[in-house]
Structure formats: C-alpha cells, structure tokens
C-alpha cells in the first residue's frame, strides 16, 4: 500500500481539485456543494460558539446530537439505537470508516467490499492489514451480479463493507440485493459495515438502511455524516451506529485517533437532523434536478450517460468521443477545457480499472448554471 518513498499519497479528489485551481477549472471532481447548508444550522453552530460550545465534546459525542441521530433514525426508518451505548459520533464518515476497520479487521481477515470503491476504503483496509476482496459493480446499472457476489464471500471475511447509494457509481440497491448480503453475512458470520452517507440523496425510491432488514440488527454498523445530507461536508461531523459491544471496539480506536469531534459543530448538526421532513425531501428533489441538467448536457457532448440513482455523482464514458484513457484524459482536462472530474478507475483496483479505463466521474452538487456552462465546455472535446 505504501509508496516506495513511505508515504501513502494524497487523495486523488486533492490531486484533481488543485489542478482546477491552476487551470480555474470548473470543478466536477471532488463532491462538494457550491451552495452552503441552510443558515438555520450555521446560525446554531454560532450561538453554539458564543454559548462557549468551544472545549472537548465526550469521546462519544454531545448527549444532544446523540439523541437527535437516534431520534432521526427513528422518524425516517422506525430504527431506534439506544443513544447511551449505540451511537458514536465521528470526525466525518471517514473517521468512522478508519475506526471500524482499524477495530475490527487485521492481518489474515479478509474485508469485501464493490468495486469501484470509495477510495478511503482501500487505503484503510491497507493500514488495517487486512486483505481487501472485491465483487464488481458492472455498467451500465453498476448492479451486483448475485453469483458474483457469493462467490467473493469466504470463511475469512470479517467485514462485508456495504456503500448505499454507492460513490462513484451512483447505484441504489434494491431491498432484494441488501438482503442478499445480509444472508451472506450471516451464513459467513461476518460484521456488516454499511455506509449510508447518501442516505438523503436518492432520486427513486426511498433509502432502505441495511440494519433494518431481518437478520441484520446485531451485526451491522451503520455509518453516516452530516457533510452530505446538510451540504456541510467541511464539519467533518460523522457517526456511526449500531450493537453497543461492536460500537464500543470502535471506540476504542476513536479514543486514539482523534478522542473527540469538533463541538459547537455538534451543537449545530443536532438541530439539523431535527429540520421538517420537507427540508429532507426538497434536498433530493432539487439534487435530481441537477442530475438531469448534467446528465443531459454530457450525453449532448457525445459521452455515454449511466444514469445514477443516489449521490452526487454521474459516471459517463467518453469512448464515443474516441478517447482512450480517462485518468490521462482527467489530468489535461482543467487545462484542456476547463472542467474537472475523476477518473473512475481511480476507485479501483487494476482489473476494475481495466474496465472502467474510459470512464469519469463527474459531481453534479452545483448551481444550475455552473453544470450548464461546464456541459457547455465539455462538448468542445468534439472540436
Ligand atoms: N463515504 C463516502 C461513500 C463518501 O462519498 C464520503 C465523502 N463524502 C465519505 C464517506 C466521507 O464523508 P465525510 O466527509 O463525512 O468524512
Ligand atoms: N467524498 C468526496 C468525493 O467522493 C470527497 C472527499 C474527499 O475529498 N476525501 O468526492
């Protein structure tokens, strides 16, 4: 996993957002809004400073977000995680994600995750010693192939780290899908790790969490993060839920990593999972209608469209424009036209990346006319 010089590297999502700087690019790369979360909450995260919320918030997060996470998970999914020893709050889903792994996997267990994966995943994983097995995620549905997916279980896999809607895909499983790996899981006694920080952004059906299916309560963690869900994602509040004995190996690790997560911003994220349902429903509506634009703009452009169902993120191959290589093609792309993306490949590993050599990611999370004029300056690759 390390480089030869010892060092991990740097996220591509910064690798790519620097290059739009250079090139003041627009950038589609890393999932970001362009437009600030509602200023209800950052109001409450400045009465929450002058308050004097400024010290250490409790290892385990302030009593305050954790009775609003329990109580959301309860409104939204009839789930009801005792705030006491079920919830953990985290810097960010990633700080949840490094928790989990680094608690529970080691050398000699496998962890099973799609591919593409959220890169976070591998590098993790990596440093857990852990080895990491994949089942891919085909275009142009990116639905797992069920045989496939059993076949990548084994009497080693510790973790089953499930991504719904799944980054970069897209993709929203079906209750049949999740239930199979539930299933799996169970006959394999493996921990199900589910990351659910999309859980807010789905453009069809309604998110369905992997705890609330039968078989699932007593094995799964269930993570998420206001970044998303609140257009927030510079907070960093995350958490993670889930059967008080597992939380608290999590914990451990938490305890150690960073002990505790930034206050005032708990304060503030507490009354934001407190917002009307309607708040709730108008984020996905107005995210879908943003798809739209972009999707329509890039098929225009010449690029093959796969439609996504949740997230931030529309993949798309540029082969019909004759291009080749889409993480070379990212590299020049600020400069070239100006416009930033990922390479899907980059969440691969290199059979993945074989298939996915032609693909890109691009974030639609920006104002409307932004993804008009970005779509506008990718149709001049035909030129
Ligand atoms: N998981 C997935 C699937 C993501 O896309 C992201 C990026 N938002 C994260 C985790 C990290 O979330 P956070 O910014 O809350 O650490
Ligand atoms: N989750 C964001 C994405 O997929 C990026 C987060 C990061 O920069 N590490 O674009």
Known sequence: LLGADGNLGITIFEEITALAGTHSAINLGQGFPDEDGPAEIRNAARRAILAGANQYAPGMGLPVLREAIADHQERFYGLRPDPGTE??????????????????????????????????????????????????????????DMAALEAAFTDRTRIVLVNNPHNP??????????????????????????????????????????????????????ISSAGKTFSLTGWKIGWISGQAELIAAVRSVKSFLTYSSGSPFQAAIAEGLRMEDSFFTDIAGTLRAKRNVLSAGLREAGLEV???????????????????????????????????????????????????????????CKRFDVLQEAAERISRLNE
């Open 169 to 222: 895909t897209g993709a929203v499983f079906p209750a049949a899908v999740l239930q199979r790996i539930v299933d799996l899981a169970v006959k394999h006694d493996a921990v199900i790790v589910t990351d659910e920080v999309y859980e807010h952004l789905t453009f069809g059906p309604r998110h369905i969490p992997v705890a609330t299916l039968p078989g699932a309560a007593d094995r799964t963690l269930t």
């Open 87 to 144: 919830v953990m709050v985290t810097t960010g889903a990633t700080e949840a994600i490094a928790s989990t792994l680094l608690a529970l996997t080691g050398p000699g267990d496998e962890v099973l995750t799609f591919e593409p994966f959220y890169d976070s995943y591998g590098a993790m994983i990596g440093l857990s010693g852990a080895t990491h097995t994949t089942a891919p995620l085909l275009a142009p549905d990116f639905q797992p």
């Open 306 to 364: 796969f439609q996504p169902q949740g997230t931030y993120f529309v993949n798309a191959d540029v082969a019909p424009l004759g291009i080749e290589d889409a993480t070379d093609l990212a590299r020049r792309l600020p400069e070239l036209v100006g416009v930033a993306a990922i390479p899907v490949a980059m969440f691969c590993h290199p059979e993945g990346a074989e298939r996915t050599r032609t693909m890109l990611r691009f974030a639609f």
